[in-house]
């Protein structure tokens, strides 16, 4: 407010220059006054002497003044270049900057959606594909002398190929030992306890119809006590979950192709991975994410015994090539029951201990000289641990055999197939001399022949 008046009253001052008069004079006291007159348009100039002299100050004063006000004028216009920025340039800055900002979140919740709508299309898919193979019963293709045994079980899917799941896998490259000799496509027969001469090939027995058979575990009892269940029962475990626990049993191997157990257990600890087995009239397994072994009585339905493996790694430590936290598998054979597993010391190499079945204390263990993640499997029978190459090669061997009664191992070659491509879990029954598989979603298993049983064999 205060410019506009100044540059009003220096207007009057030019416009009156040449009609106005200072004059000064002392009063009685001795104070100076200072006059200043303009004369009317009637009036002629009456200055005095000393009037041209107080108008020349005047003059310098309004030239002074109209400096001073040209160079605040000059800072107020921005003279430098430097634009003032007035409320309104403010506000149209702020508020294109929340529109542009507006614009980054909606495209963000387009990228969202687009993912949450790719998500659904995947679980659609799915769950159409699971469906589907639910449905889905094909024609099975077996040999002659079992065709007529098992007509009702489900035939091998070679179009099942689940890319992924809920499980760890842990993959390793293994050099396979080629093989010797081929099998015939026969019944092959026991003669003794010596060492393994052939496997034949799988048979089919039930395939699962959900992601959580995937892997798992299936056995009979060789030895079984009591009289609820008998060598006929067939019992399994899937273990692919967070916390597995349900223990079906089914009457007979007939019900169970059909897939009718006649009931379903629940265990009093959670299972880790594949390396449960079954032996006289109890279930033996780890104890998820520990080193515990947990022995489960089946007539009374409770715990009866659980104990620390010394030393033994667990939950990924020293599994199989296959992964899946196999660091420990229990086995069971012609002499009792065994763990399968390693240890820090002993550096991953695989360590052989027999247990009492009654308290699971070890009474006796026995260090090999072979990795337990260069193979894929291994299984005890008469005394002998022999493992596995490759769980997913169709065409694999027996590689490795280990006597515990020499203390001995050695290489070998006997040819084994992994007919589905994804073989998990290998268990021995005495009682029938066959090899028990859980083999990619497909529950099998394998007729094996035995040598004569050696005298001079300690």
């Known amino acids: 407010m205060w410019l506009p008046t100044l540059l009003l009253c220096l207007c ?18 001795g104070r100076c006054h200072y006059t200043f007159t303009v004369a009317s348009p009637e009036e002629s100039s009456c200055a005095g002497s000393g009037t041209k002299a107080e108008m020349d100050g005047v003059l310098s004063r309004l030239v002074l003044l ?48 687009r993912q949450v709508q790719e998500l659904q299309r995947r679980l659609d898919e799915q769950v159409k594909e699971a469906e589907s193979l639910r449905e889905k019963t094909c024609q099975q293709t077996q040999p002659p002398s079992r065709r007529n ?14 890319g992924s799941g809920a499980y760890q896998e842990m993959k390793a490259e293994v050099t396979e030992v080629p093989a010797s000799h081929l099998i015939p496509d026969v019944h092959l027969n026991s003669t003794g306890c010596g060492e393994l001469q052939s496997v034949s090939e799988p048979v089919l027995h039930r395939k699962a119809d959900s992601i959580t058979g995937k892997y798992g575990v299936w056995l009979q009892d060789p030895e079984p006590q009591g009289s609820i269940y008998t060598n006929k029962t067939v019992w399994r475990i899937d273990t692919v979950g967070k916390e597995v626990r349900q223990l079906f049993a089914y009457e007979d191997m007939e019900q169970f192709s059909q897939g009718f157990p006649m009931k379903v257990l629940v265990l009093p600890e959670p299972v880790e991975s594949t390396g449960a087995t079954m032996y006289r009239g109890s279930l033996y397994y780890q104890r998820k994410r520990s080193r515990s072994l947990v022995r489960y009585d089946l007539a009374s339905e409770s715990l009866a015994a659980r104990r620390d493996l010394p030393h033994a790694g667990f939950h990924g430590q020293h599994p199989y090539s296959w992964g899946g936290y196999t660091d420990i598998d229990l086995a069971a054979d012609e002499q009792g029951l065994w763990a399968i597993y390693s240890t820090s010391k002993a550096r991953g190499a695989i360590v052989v201990s027999q247990l009492d079945p009654e308290s699971l204390e070890v009474k006796r263990s026995w260090e090999t000289n072979i990795r337990k993640n260069t193979v894929a499997n291994a299984f005890m029978v008469c005394g002998r641990l022999y493992t596995v190459a490759s769980y997913t090669a169709p065409n694999t061997t027996i590689n490795y055999v280990f006597d515990t ?25 005495h009682a029938q001399k066959k090899l028990y598989a859980w083999d990619n979603f497909h529950m099998v298993t394998y007729d094996m022949r035995l040598g004569k049983a050696n005298p001079s064999r300690g």
Do not use: W
């Open 12 to 29: 009057c001052l030019a416009q009156a220059q040449d009609r106005a008069a200072l004059r000064r004079s002392n009063d009685q006291a």
């Open 149 to 162: 045994q098992h007509q009702n079980q489900p035939a091998r899917d070679s179009a099942l190929a689940f």
């Open 66 to 113: 109209e400096n001073l006000v040209s160079r605040m004028i000059a800072g107020v216009d921005g003279s430098t270049g430097t634009e003032v920025t007035t409320g309104d340039e403010v506000l149209q800055q702020a508020f294109t900057q929340a529109t542009e900002e507006r614009n980054e979140l909606q495209q963000d919740k387009e990228h969202l959606n």
């Open 405 to 429: 009664a020499t203390g001995a191992g050695r290489a070998m070659a006997v040819p084994f197939k992994n007919r589905f491509r994804y073989n998990s879990m290998v268990d021995y029954n």
